[in-house]
């Protein structure tokens, strides 16, 4: 992977607050928006949802999910040249009482002040999602598979 792509990919990860949430509902594929935070380090997302949305229950039943970040859309790009990043994850409810709760928290509030009275709801709770593998696209012909590891490497890297 060249450098210039590992940019673009922290870029659009600091840049974009938003993913397209991909889980199994009752054995299909289902997806929904959620605001997403980066924790430091490339040590993962963070997600904070409600109890009573569909997604948080496919995440308690089955922790695989998919996680679409795109670009917004410029008028002069067509849309298949935007840039993406496709996560696949691993997503785990992170409790208060977690040691990784404080980081998760911080990292959601610092990107979203505006959330900080959702934490009063009872029904609300963070996710932590771990990225198993991603798959990045930077426009035509720029496509690049990203390990654990790696994207890890890459989030790390000062920007």
């Known amino acids: ?3 210039s792509q590992a940019t673009a990919i922290r870029s659009l990860l600091e840049s974009q ?9 009752e054995g299909d594929p289902a997806v929904s928006m959620v605001p997403f935070a980066l924790l430091p380090q ?6 904070h949802v409600s109890q009573l949305a569909t997604h948080t229950k496919d995440m308690l039943a ?8 795109i670009a ?7 849309p298949q040249a935007l840039p993406r990043i496709s996560i696949q994850g691993h997503a785990s409810q992170c409790l208060s009482h977690a040691t990784e709760y404080l980081q998760a928290r911080l990292s959601y509030v610092s990107r979203f002040p505006q959330s900080e009275e959702m934490f009063a709801f009872a029904d609300f709770s963070l996710f932590v999602v771990a990225v198993r593998s991603a798959r990045f696209v930077g426009g035509f012909a720029q496509a690049s598979s990203v390990t654990a590891e790696r994207f890890a490497a890459i989030m790390s890297a000062s920007s």
């Open 1 to 3: 992977m060249e450098s």
């Open 17 to 25: 607050q938003v993913a397209s949430l991909g889980t199994l509902h």
């Open 62 to 69: 089955n922790p695989a999910v998919g996680l679409l970040v």
């Open 42 to 47: 490339g040590q993962g997302l963070v997600i």
């Open 72 to 78: 917004s859309p410029a008028s002069a790009t067509p």
